[in-house]
């Protein structure tokens, strides 16, 4: 089992331009979440989707869009790229139904120029 | 306002000797709290957890103390290893589903 991964795992935008980082999960995991860290803040949830066709914002939401492809697929879009978005995001997934950790991605690390 | 606080951003330790990382929280309505381990360049693992119904949770060698009345939370590691240099991060949450971490705590581990 590969668990979770992310794609890519680097990328340099320049301010205005779009992506989308994609996440995939291959443990059956009903709830899956996007977090970016940036130093000294820990990790902030940006948006989480609890079940397959439902999507949610979390703390910091701004500027991200989010698309819960099927069970094993979400992806987060910036439509358009700020230099305050350079962060390192992570992607995570959870068997939900009880108190259950959450798994992490290796994570992705965007520089906005 | 941060509702989960790590105040030592860094945490230097002799090898063998007991790592006391320390976290505090100001939601008393957090029932599940859980400890992360965090290399460079990959994602945070998960180290250990605990619910609010109990104060003490061990695995081999660590383990996580709950003080509800203190809002506080530590992870004692014991004995202290060269591998267990990273960043850890507490979190928290309301039924473990969304999580709110602190802003971690680089431990090294000195030989």
């Known amino acids: 089992n590969a668990g979770v991964t992310q794609t890519p795992k680097f990328q340099v935008l320049k301010t205005g331009q779009s992506m989308t980082l994609q996440c995939a999960q291959d443990m059956n995991h009903n709830s899956m979440y996007w977090y970016r860290q940036d130093p000294g803040m820990g990790l902030r949830l940006i948006y989480y989707?609890?079940?397959?066709?439902?999507?949610d914002k979390g703390e910091v939401p701004n500027g991200y869009n989010v698309s819960r492809l099927n069970k094993r697929e979400f992806s987060l879009r910036l439509e358009s790229a700020a230099p305050s978005q350079t962060s390192v995001y992570f992607c995570?997934?959870?068997?939900?139904?009880?108190?259950?950790?959450?798994?992490f991605g290796p994570g992705t690390r965007l520089t906005v120029l | 306002d941060q509702q989960v606080k790590q105040n030592s951003p860094s945490l230097s330790v002799q090898e063998g000797r007991i790592s006391i990382l320390n976290c505090d929280y100001t939601?008393?309505?957090?029932?599940?709290f859980l400890w992360y381990k965090k290399y460079p360049a990959e994602g945070p693992t998960f180290l250990i957890s605990i619910s609010s119904i109990k104060d003490k949770n061990e695995d081999g060698r660590f383990t996580v103390f709950l003080n509800k009345s203190a809002k506080h939370l530590s992870l004692h590691i014991v004995p202290s290893q060269p591998g267990d240099s990273a960043v850890y991060f507490c979190a928290a949450s309301v039924s473990a589903q969304k999580l709110v971490f602190g802003q971690g705590t680089r431990l090294t581990i000195n030989p």
């Open positions: 995570a997934s959870r068997d939900s139904g009880g108190y259950n950790e959450q798994f």
């Open positions: 939601n008393s309505m957090f029932d599940y």
């Open positions: 989707s609890a079940s397959e066709g439902t999507t």
